[in-house]
């Protein structure tokens, strides 16, 4: 494979919180690289039985038409990067590369997905390797950048994604969902090839690797300001299988592809009840709108699409979208399509509900599909364009809490019924949430002060027995609600029981 360029997608992972899995700096000297067993060869690269050697740094013990490839031995997650600081690449003849996803076994073994770097002009690219431990092809996926000597790349897949970061920058990103062949497993390493003078004009001056990065909290929210492409924000967004995914540049996100373009979240992982909100850019052609419910690992586009048509506003519905690319109207709406209008769609069950500037414009209950996932954003056209987004977790607001009492009970009457039995009335109060109570208190005399409770009633009358006969008596009632507060008293009401 001479002057190959192998390219692999990277996310921005500038900072994992992990410590790497494993390393090397590779000091010392060795040919064949070992490292006491910490390295396997990939064979099936290497017609002549070209290796990895060592010395100060890593590069081929054999130039073209052989490459030195090597995996690690230690055990990585499926999710995982490999990360190379690039030592020297002395022309567009010499290339270096981290790889993975590289299969260790079987029909397949020495495939992998591989960042091929080189100097400008040459062939940087992110490649699949099909291999079968004596032959390899290599197909092409997605261009990449120029390096220079001292460059960190670190190659990254994680699900059927496969991204790179140079220097701490997305660099490229690939959804392989929709290929018919992909790797979903296997381990890491390195890769590099040189057809020049020297053996050392293609060296790797260190290696690492580990897990991916993973989804933590429930919402996010982006105003996208800065200029990235593609569209990485510290490793929250991803293409949906068959796009590039989204760029951004003053102040707004912009479509890659001339068509369709989606994309989703992963730096969070929502709960299946959520939302997806955009706040419209420019919206005098395409469309577009918010998603939810994408599943990341599918092989084709999913999720439930709030669409908004700038050409034609009968055109815009919210439209379920197909695993095969397509996408399919299930409730069609004719809005006005305003330049900083912000768009939410809601997952609750199986209803969907869409709202313009917080307000509801209408449900609809879907077939089932999609129960759970990321949300996004799609696109039709560059522009059509998404000044800020939001969503994840759909949560109630909580009300502030009840502070407000109850108003005083009025018109408190006290009526002798016997000698041992007074009757109290009085008309109900009021309160801003429910009044569930009223405190009645009594104390003995006409101008008594000293009120103790003697009863908890739920309506406006109370009959207060036991009494002693021929002596007067004083009331007040006061009302209570759910929350706790006591409103004022009532008047003071008084009567004497009867002497007999």
Known sequence: MKNIALALALLPVAALAQAPIASSNFAGAEDPLTENGAWAALTSLSPNGGRFQKNSGAFPDRMWPDHAGARTTAVVPTDH??????????????????????????????????????QPNGLNNLYRIDANGTSYTATGLVPASPVSDGDTLRLIARGPVIYGIKNGVRDFIYNTGRDGAKYSAGTTGILAFTSDASVADAKIAAWSTGAAPASS?????????????????????????GYSGFRKAGGLAIGRDS???????????PPATQYSEVTLG???????????RIDRNAAGQTGWLLFLSAENAAGSGLFKMNPDGTFTMVRSFAPLILSGDKWRLTANGNTLEVFRNGVSQFTFTTDGS???????????TPAFTFAGWEGGELTVPTPPPDTQPPTAPSNLTAVPASGSQINLMWMAASD?????????????????????????????????????????????????????????????????????
């Open 432 to 500: 801003n949430v429910g009044v569930t109570g009223y405190l009645v208190e009594r104390c003995q005399g006409a101008d008594c002060s000293a009120f103790s409770q003697i009863a908890s009633v739920n309506g406006t009358n109370f009959n207060d027995t036991g009494l002693a006969a021929n002596t007067s008596y004083s009331y007040r009632v006061r009302a209570t609600d759910a929350a706790g507060n006591l409103g004022p008293y009532s008047n003071v009401a008084s009567a004497s029981t009867l002497p007999f």
């Open 370 to 380: 999609y129960p759970s996932g990321d949300v996004g954003m799609e696109a039709l």
């Open 282 to 292: 420019t919206a005098v052609t395409g469309g577009g709108g918010p998603i939810v």
């Open 81 to 118: 990067y490999s990360e190379i600081i690039v030592g020297h690449v002395a022309n567009t003849s010499s290339y270096v590369g981290p790889i993975v996803r590289v299969q260790a076994s079987g029909a397949s073994i020495d495939s992998h997905y591989l960042w091929w770097t080189t």
């Open 259 to 269: 068509g369709h373009d989606a994309t989703g979240v992963w730096s969070i992982a």
């Open 217 to 241: 909290g429930t919402r996010d929210s982006s105003a996208f300001s800065g200029v990235e492409n593609p569209l990485d924000e510290g490793d929250r967004w991803y293409p949906l299988p």
